[in-house]
Every structure is written in structure tokens, then in C-alpha cells.
């Protein structure tokens, strides 16, 4: 079927940018939005925690972390236990979420979560405590590859990544949270005070499955199933707004995730088809590489070893819980800071800046340990502690959101629960490896560990930006014409005549084989 009606690409491109000043975040959109990422901060909670709890002398004692023997084995599995359950969590995720609909997964992992916290609270010995780890682990990153799918999918296209970054600014709203209960609970007195931290744990998740009946599921998830009215509503609800009286935008975006899943029938969606096309193997390389680099800037490491780093500064107990505190909050305040611009800056450059930064700022750190580590320096220990925080800030404004809106981004609908289930699997099994290596690696080699998180941020921002495309403001059902998938696009909105946009008007739809300013479209969407 060719276009009807063609017009020049001119017209079309300014029909393109009327059409996008046209959409806003009602009240609606914002309230359910922040809503859905209180389970980020759930998550964020949840795999924080350990990092002041590791610092509790009444923990430390507990569990003997300061005679056993094989205490650095314990401190490790502790924490890679929690992302060996996230490799698993992943998976489940991506299966869960295309199965039951985002909603599920996000509550099932909160649920998980409350379990898991109940559990380890509870905790009589190391061995209990690492088994639930695992427990909240695999609920957590449920969680992690739940979210950010179900709040792209819910979000406009010109504003999906300042939407989408909000579960980056809740789950450091999260690792922020954990750091001040960490500090409160420290100067209560007893030798339980490490199960306070843990114990909250549980709070978060139980508000949010509270409010979660309530909630919108994603109006993709409902069309695949067939429930059109619902989506619809949806749809309509969350994408109006007073400059858009007709609803034009719902109207438009309604008609091409209709189009779009009614096309995507007829693709396959197993892992292993995945394999099979090349398009689809560059998306797998693109998201394995990315979340491989990001882990690989050393942001999980300073994160749950803070502790570790710290003291190894010469800082004292409660120096150190200041610190961390102070960490997260940075983070907090510049991952807001980041959701000004994040929808402003071509995606490959603020993901490339990102790297550069992050490892030209470890390089300098690592300078600065080789020359002041283990002496009275203040001076030069105090520049160690300005280069930690600097990296927060930098790795909170440029590498936090692209973690996870550019995964949702470049995956198409009916594979983009697996695709994410691959990004999140590849992330907790990167700081697996960093995680369990950095106790020993610490405490053998000391400041060359990081020299590893020098080198692959750097070596990683020239693949970047030679490699990877610009996606954002594109509507998530034509991104797929980036990576040469035309045959997998419905339709273009710009190509659409605003009227009645009925289910069986198909005048108005682009064909799969198109031609003139359509194919010119296609390779420039």
C-alpha cells in the first residue's frame, strides 16, 4: 500500500514539531509516574543498605566480621549474593512483565522485598542473612527491570527521558534514605541497632502495594492482550492536556500503538530469535556493552565499599557514615538537576561526556591515592574525598538515567521486556565480578584497583559515540527504523491526517514499503 496524499517532507517535519509542542505531564501523569518510582527507591533502599550497615560496630560484631578469618569472603558474598539473586530477577522479570504486565512484576518484587527484609532482620548468623540477600536481590532488580519499561511506556515521547530519569532520582532517593537511617540507628544504643536499617527495609514496599491496584498499567502491555477500552482510557487520561483540546497527541499516539502491536504479531519474541537478526544482535552488543561500561565506571564499587574506602582514608566510624550520607545525597541532588536537560542533549554525546568524565575523575583519584594513602596528609586526603564526590555528580548528571530510558528506548515492543532482562541481568552480573573482587583487590593492590575503572570508561565513550544512535524525542514505535527494522513500523505519526482516526482507517497508514518523502523519513526518523 503506498501513502495517500503524500507531502513534502517539509510540511511533514513542521507538522512533526506542532504536533510535538503538544505534549505536556498533566498532574495525573506526574502523580502516577512518582508513584510507580517509589518502587525505585524501594530497590534503591534495599541494595544500599549494606553499605552503612557494613559500618555498624553492633553488625561487625555480630557477625564477627572483625576475627573471622574469612571475613573480606563474607563481606563480599554479602554483597554479591544480593546481584547473583539479580542475574536471576532479571530474567524472571523479562518473562513476568511480557507475561502478567509491568504492574505484577513491580509488585511481586516489592513483595519479595518485604519478605526478604522480614528475614534478614531476623538474621541469627552470616549465613541466613547472605541466603535473603539473595532473596532481595532477585526482588530488587524485578524491580529495576519493571519500572523504567512500565514508565517509558506510560510517557510521551518528547518527555520520556525526564520521566523515565525519575526512577534514577528515586532510587538515589532510595540510597540516600538508607545512608540516614544508617546514621541514625548508629547512636542507638544496644547490639541490635544494625536491624533497624534492615527492618526498613520493609516500609517502602508496603506503601506502594497499598496504592497499587490503583495504578495504570501500561497501555502497550494492555493492546498486546487485547484490552483495547482500557489502554485507550489510559491513554486519553494521562495525555491530556488544556493546550490540546481535541486531544490531538492521544489521539495520534493511541492510533499508532494500535497499529504498532497489531504489526508486532507477527514477529517472533524467544531469546534465542534475538540471534537470528541482525538488527536485533546489534541492540543485544549495544546493551551488553553499555551496561557493562556504566558498571564498569566504579560507581557500585565506591557505593558499597564506601565504608571500606573511607576508612581507608583515615576517616573514623562516624566521619565515615557522614560521608556516605553526604555521597548520596549529592547524587540525589544532581540526578534532579539532570532531568533539566536530560531530553535537551544528543544521547551518544551525554552518555560519551559521561564516561570520559567518570574515568578521567577515577584517573585522578588514583593519582592522589598513590600519593597520600596510609599518611597524615589531610590536605591530600581531603582532595581524595572532593574527587569522590565529583564523580557522584558527574556519574548523577550524565550516566544515571541513560542506564536505563536508553535500554527501553532501542528495544521494539514485543521484545523490549527481554531486551531489558538482558541490560539488567548484564548490569548485576558486572557488579557481581566488581563487587566480589573489590575486598581482596582492596586490600592487596590498594589504589591500582582503580586503574580498571579508569580504563573501560575511557576506551568505552569512542565506541559511543561512533556506534550509537540519537533516540531521543522519537516515539518508541518508529525508533526501530534507526537500526534499519522500516518493516517493523507501523506507522509515523507525522505521516498521519488528524481526523478520524477509527480502527479501520487505513488511508492515513504508511505501508511497509514505502516510498518517496516516506523512505526519506525512515532513514532520518
Known amino acids: 500500500m503506498q501513502l495517500n496524499n503524500l507531502e513534502p517532507t517539509e510540511t511533514l517535519q513542521s507538522r512533526d514539531d506542532q504536533f510535538n509542542k503538544k505534549q505536556h505531564v498533566n498532574v495525573y501523569t506526574a502523580a502516577v509516574v512518582f508513584f510507580i518510582t517509589l518502587s ?7 541494595g544500599s543498605v549494606i553499605a552503612t550497615t557494613l559500618t555498624q560496630p553492633s553488625f561487625i560484631a555480630h557477625f564477627k566480621l572483625d576475627t573471622a578469618p574469612n571475613a573480606e569472603s563474607i563481606t563480599g558474598a554479602m554483597n554479591a549474593l544480593f546481584y547473583t539473586g539479580g542475574v536471576l530477577g532479571s530474567f524472571f522479570a523479562g518473562w513476568s512483565s511480557k507475561k502478567f504486565g509491568r504492574k505484577f512484576s513491580a509488585g511481586f518484587g516489592n513483595g519479595l522485598l518485604i519478605i526478604s527484609g522480614a528475614l534478614m532482620t531476623a538474621s541469627v548468623n552470616s549465613t541466613m542473612f547472605i541466603a535473603f540477600r539473595f532473596f532481595s ?17 506510560l510517557a510521551p515521547p518528547r518527555l520520556r ?57 501500561s497501555p502497550r502491555y494492555l493492546l498486546s492482550k487485547d484490552r483495547v477500552e482500557e489502554a485507550r482510557e489510559i491513554i486519553f487520561r ?49 546493551t551488553i556493552f553499555l551496561e557493562f561500561a556504566l558498571m564498569s565506571s566504579g560507581v557500585l564499587v565506591i557505593l558499597n565499599y564506601g565504608s571500606i574506602i573511607w576508612k581507608s582514608l583515615g576517616f573514623n566510624t562516624v566521619q565515615i557514615l557522614n560521608f556516605q550520607c553526604g555521597f548520596q545525597l549529592t ?8 532531568m533539566t536537560f536530560v531530553d535537551r542533549v544528543r544521547r551518544p554525546r551525554l552518555i560519551a561526556g559521561g564516561l570520559l568524565s567518570c574515568g578521567a575523575l577515577v584517573g585522578t583519584l588514583t593519582a592522589l591515592q598513590s600519593f597520600y594513602l596510609g599518611t597524615e596528609n589531610r590536605a591530600g586526603l581531603g582532595a581524595c574525598v572532593a574527587i569522590i564526590f565529583l564523580f557522584q555528580v558527574n ?35 558486572t557488579n557481581l565480578m566488581w563487587l566480589q573482587a573489590t575486598p581482596y583487590a582492596i586490600s592487596t593492590i590498594s589504589w591500582r584497583w582503580y586503574l580498571v575503572f579508569t580504563c573501560i570508561p575511557g576506551a568505552a565513550a569512542v565506541v559511543v559515540i561512533l556506534w550509537f544512535k540519537d533516540t531521543r524525542n522519537k516515539p518508541l514505535e518508529e525508533i526501530a527504523a534507526m537500526f534499519g527494522d522500516g518493516d517493523m513500523v507501523a506507522v509515523y505519526q507525522r505521516e498521519l491526517n488528524i481526523g478520524n482516526l477509527d480502527e479501520g482507517d487505513d488511508s492515513r497508514l504508511g505501508s511497509k514499503n514505502m516510498s518517496g518523502p516516506s523512505v526519506e523519513m525512515a532513514e532520518n526518523v
Open 238 to 286: 494521562m495525555h491530556s492536556s488544556p493546550d490540546d483540546p481535541e486531544q490531538e497527541f492521544a489521539r495520534r499516539e493511541f492510533f499508532q500503538m494500535k497499529k504498532q502491536i497489531r504489526l508486532d504479531t507477527e514477529f517472533a519474541t524467544s531469546y534465542w530469535s534475538l540471534f537470528k537478526k541482525s538488527s536485533m544482535r546489534k541492540r543485544m552488543a549495544i
Open 40 to 46: 525505585s527507591a524501594a530497590y534503591g533502599y534495599a
Open 331 to 338: 547524587g540525589l541532588v544532581f540526578n534532579i538537576i539532570a
Open 395 to 429: 556519574f548523577s548528571l550524565t550516566l544515571d538515567g541513560p542506564t536505563y530510558f536508553y535500554i527501553a528506548e532501542i528495544w521494539p515492543s514485543h521484545v523490549r521486556s527481554q531486551g531489558f532482562a538482558i541490560a539488567m541481568a548484564v548490569l548485576s552480573g
Open 137 to 153: 536481590g532477585f526482588g530488587g532488580v524485578i524491580i529495576l527491570s519493571s519500572v523504567p519499561i512500565w514508565v517509558a511506556e
Open 161 to 217: 527521558g525526564i520521566l523515565t530519569d525519575l526512577h534514577a532520582v528515586m532510587m538515589m532517593f532510595g540510597y540516600t534514605l538508607a545512608c540516614y537511617v544508617g546514621l541514625g540507628f548508629y547512636f542507638v544504643p544496644g547490639n541490635n541497632q544494625w536491624r533497624g536499617p534492615i527492618a526498613f527495609q520493609m516500609v517502602l514496599p508496603v506503601i506502594i502495594l497499598c496504592g497499587l491496584y490503583w495504578l495504570p498499567e
